[in-house]
């Protein structure tokens, strides 16, 4: 104690500061901790309110989009400049890959692609009166397994540019009178009484009660949704003359009504349209790209090849306008020919097409196995879908490339677009 005192005692200023040290230490130690917790509080409720905001912004940007395809877009007495870039392949499509493009181009970068020439990018908005040109068929169309913006119509869209909107009416699995009627080329009726019980709000489709066309024939409306995510969704739909909705509900479709108090009875032979075919009027230019799902109509028979051409001029009379494309059959020797004739230039003979550009390995580094297929007449494999010889329907980024160039050099040639 006594060596403390003479210590404090020799140095006084030293044991001043130090007690004022330890002091204010004591004093300002729980401030500062209080402090920092507040801070950081302030911080995770940034963050929080940030992404929340966010999180808001996205659905709701998301739900808009899911509302307006949901309503298909546009209303049935709204006229074809009204269609809005809502209606856009951003929504999705089950078994096709998704990214965050936009595949109609309004406003959003492109990638490029692979394969050929580049496709340039762009990036001016669709103008929503642009001329509409629709692209129908099942998942050839469609674009099986793609990512969003590979799909034949998108890289079309790119290549055409503003100046037009170019619209992916494809869905998956679909045969040709179903794609067809979905157009709007046939009459859809009920096959069946559609009765809704007393407190109940849909009825479920089936092979008994579903939609026929006039001779019977029972439509195949994909049950996976397809039809209801592409550009001219069929939610909406009319049975004599009154508004309901077509829901898919797993592999089921229902029709579904907005008062259930009342039992309800939609009488056989009922008039039913699809919305879709309500926004097909007033389209500038529509392509065709059926048949590939009609069993015992896909072998390039003359029964056969008569069979597509009566779908195709069907849907030709339906467009109104004589701006028009058939795509001849890949899948099948036959058709060519036939419906070259019946069809002339407007008709694109795709395989013949895409085994001469590969021949002549113009822009593309093709290899020996390419060419000797090219030549065999066969679409490459490397053009394929997932590089698959056994697949003769669908095609990859590179082959779809393809396809949209041979369409958008033949609409140049008819004179639809520059």
Request: proline share 2%.
């Amino acid at each position: 104690m006594q060596k403390l005192g003479e210590f404090i005692k020799n140095h006084k200023l030293l044991v001043i500061l130090l007690s004022a040290a330890i002091f204010l230490t004591a004093i300002w130690t729980p401030v500062f901790i209080v402090l920092s917790r507040q801070s950081k509080n302030a911080q995770n409720s940034s963050v929080v309110n940030t992404s929340g905001v966010s999180s808001n912004v996205y659905a709701g940007n998301y739900s808009e989009i899911a509302s307006n395809k949901g309503e298909s877009g546009v209303s049935s007495n709204q006229s074809s400049s009204q269609f809005s870039s809502s209606s856009s392949t951003t929504n999705k499509k089950s078994n096709k890959k998704k990214t965050d493009k936009d595949s109609l181009g309004d406003g959003s970068s492109h990638q490029k692609f692979t394969g050929g020439d580049k496709i340039d990018d762009y990036k001016d908005p669709i103008p929503a009166n642009a001329p509409r040109i629709i692209c129908w068929g099942d998942s050839i169309t469609q674009g099986m397994g793609m990512d969003d913006g590979d799909d034949y119509p998108a890289v079309l869209q790119r290549l055409i540019g503003n100046s037009y909107r170019v619209l992916n009416a494809g869905a998956g699995g679909e045969q040709s009178q179903t794609i067809a009627a979905r157009q709007g080329a046939y009459d859809i009726y009920l096959k069946a009484d559609l009765v809704f019980e007393a407190g109940y709000g849909s009825v479920t489709l089936d092979d008994k009660n579903g939609f026929v066309l006039e001779d019977g024939t029972l439509l195949d409306i994909n049950e996976d949704g397809e039809s209801f995510r592409n550009d001219l969704p069929c939610k909406k739909i009319y049975i004599a003359g009154k508004e309901y909705e077509l829901a898919c509900t797993g592999k089921k479709l229902q029709v579904l009504r907005e008062s259930y108090d009342k039992k309800l009875v939609l009488k056989k032979g009922s008039k039913v349209v699809l919305d879709s075919s309500n926004l097909q009027k007033g389209s500038y230019c529509e392509i065709f790209y059926v048949g590939a799902n009609d069993e015992g109509h896909r072998e390039g028979d003359p029964e056969d090849v008569e069979y597509l051409i009566n779908r195709y001029k069907a849907m030709a009379k339906r467009q109104g306008k004589n701006c028009y494309m058939v795509i001849v059959p890949q899948w099948a020797n036959g058709y060519s020919e036939p419906l070259k004739k019946e069809f002339g230039d407007k008709a694109v003979d795709l395989k013949a097409e895409i085994c001469k550009r590969v021949i002549e390995n113009k822009g593309n580094s093709f290899s020996d196995k390419d060419i000797k297929e090219a030549k065999d007449g066969k679409i490459p494999t490397a053009l394929k879908y997932e590089n698959k010889a056994s697949d003769t329907l669908h095609l990859n980024s590179d082959g779809y490339e393809m396809m949209a160039k041979i369409i958008y050099e033949n609409g140049v040639k008819l004179g639809y677009w520059k």
